[in-house]
């Protein structure tokens, strides 16, 4: 089969395109036909190895995983003997960052307890743009920021990958919800449902004396004491992404902030579950939650769809093709763009 292959850590030229041997499933095993993955910052960072404390995951000096690729939507070919869940023909999802990556590949075999039955209503591409992203959304909303109807919650970095799942995920929790974003985003957050747009090329959310009972720091960066101001007293502060220097100083001063006063502030680390991926399946299913998908590249283009994430302007998701699909099922946006 068809991969995406590194051996040493690096810029995305790394990765090469090669003929590798098709993987056979273990016992408890799938082996999934891949359609679709996505590429994301996590990929890159995974493919870079940096910053340094990633190796001690990733493979101190080179990569532990050869083939990466985390998320991924595919249709199952084969089961192992002992697997109770699956079949040959399910379309399945899922985030192989628990099981060893490979998703940038024809095929893959992942534990059965990695992948969940992939929502009815998504193409493959759809649902590759979904397993991480949308449970870091989840995970920082839900869990670390205890959200709740009615609360004022504001999405910096609405229109990223983790941004555009965040925005619709809180607003099917019933929050009132504020999308920080760019200018040329404004329309996009609007139509994920936003009840407020922030543009930040415009206006600084932190100096406009609005407050938030929850904000998720999905992209960008401002000091911790900014956020702060723009909590209300008792209002929750949760890092998901974004600068380096944001990330630290909530993980130095977000805890004594939180012990020390009303509000509470810190980051989050996405702890990927089938539990969560089947929550996420039913809002998709529901219609709650859609998809955004910037551009799509095909398999040999991994190096130039991680370029264009590194540039950290996409739109939603950015998506690999791996096999084309069935033509019958439309998408819910329009692909803006499909690079050849
Ligand atoms: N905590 C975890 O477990 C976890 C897991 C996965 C990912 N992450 C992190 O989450 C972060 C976001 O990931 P992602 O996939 O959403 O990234 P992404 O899709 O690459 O983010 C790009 C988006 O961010 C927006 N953006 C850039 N600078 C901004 C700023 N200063 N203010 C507001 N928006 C800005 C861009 O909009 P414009 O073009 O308009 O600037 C673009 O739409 C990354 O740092 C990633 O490492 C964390």
Sequence with gaps: MKAIVYTKYGAPDVLQFKEVEKPA????????????????????????GEPFPVRFWSGLLKPKHKIPGKEMAGQVEE???????????????GDLSVCGLGAFAEYVSVPENA??????????????AVPE?????LQGLRDKGKIQPGQKVLINGASGGVGSFAVQIAKSFGAEVTAVCSTRNLDMARSLGADHVIDYTQED????????????????????ADYRRALSPKGIYVGSGGSMAQT?????RGPWISMTGSKTMGNMLVKPNKHDLVFMKELLEA???????????????????LRYVEEGHAQGKVVITVHEAEPDKSLHLPLSQYVS
């Design 205 to 224: 959310f932190t100096q406009n004396g609005q407050q938030y009972d929850l904000i998720l720091a999905a992209n960008g960066y401002h000091p911790l």
């Design 133 to 137: 992203s949308s449970v870091v959304a």
């Design 25 to 48: 499933p273990g016992d408890k095993e799938v082996l999934v036909k891949v359609h679709a993955a996505a590429a994301t910052i996590g990929d890159l960072i995974l493919v870079t």
């Design 248 to 252: 630290f100083e909530a993980m130095l």
């Design 79 to 93: 089961v192992g003997g002992n697997v109770k869940q699956f079949q040959p023909g399910d379309e399945v999802f």
């Design 287 to 305: 219609g709650k939650v859609v998809p955004v998908i910037d551009r799509r590249y095909p398999l040999n283009k991994v190096p130039e769809a």
């Design 115 to 128: 992948i969940v039955l992939k929502p009815a209503n998504l193409t493959f591409e759809e649902a590759a």
